[in-house]
Nanobody, 120 residues
Framework: QVQLMESGGGLVQPGGSLRLSCAAS????????WGWFRQAPGNERELVAL???????SYAESARGRFTISRDKDKNTTYLQMSALKPEDTAVYYC??????????????WGQGTQVTVSS
């Protein structure tokens, strides 16, 4: 089992910045992909950014150039640095840890989510 705890959400004005954190505990040695997803009201959950166990990153088009995903292995924490935030970035952001990424049978762990609201 892997437990994930997000923090860092809140209210920010358009153009502002936030950093989300995701602290992991448990059997994290089984995880080979970490990510951030988000879900706005009425929308499906969507990928924001991924980072592999070896540090390779990928981003949704909406996040590229504004968001940066990183991981501190010593602290077992994954971060999402968000800048130039827009109202359309408003959503609940979820931390994800995937076991078996790239295999036919991956398994996902999820955090409880943290609200990000971009509004003036």
């Amino acid at each position: 089992q892997v437990q994930l705890m997000e923090s860092g959400g809140g209210l920010v004005q358009p153009g502002g910045s936030l950093r989300l954190s995701c602290a992991a505990s448990g059997c994290i040695f089984t995880i080979n992909s970490w990510g951030w997803f988000r879900q706005a009201p009425g929308n499906e959950r969507e990928l924001v950014a991924l980072i592999s166990a070896v540090g390779s990153t990928s981003y949704a088009e909406s996040a590229r150039g504004r968001f940066t995903i990183s991981r501190d292995k010593d602290k077992n924490t994954t971060y999402l640095q968000m800048s130039a935030l827009k109202p359309e970035d408003t959503a609940v952001y979820y931390c994800n840890a995937r076991m078996g990424a790239g295999t036919p049978f991956p398994y996902d762990y999820w955090g409880q989510g943290t609200q990000v609201t971009v509004s003036s």
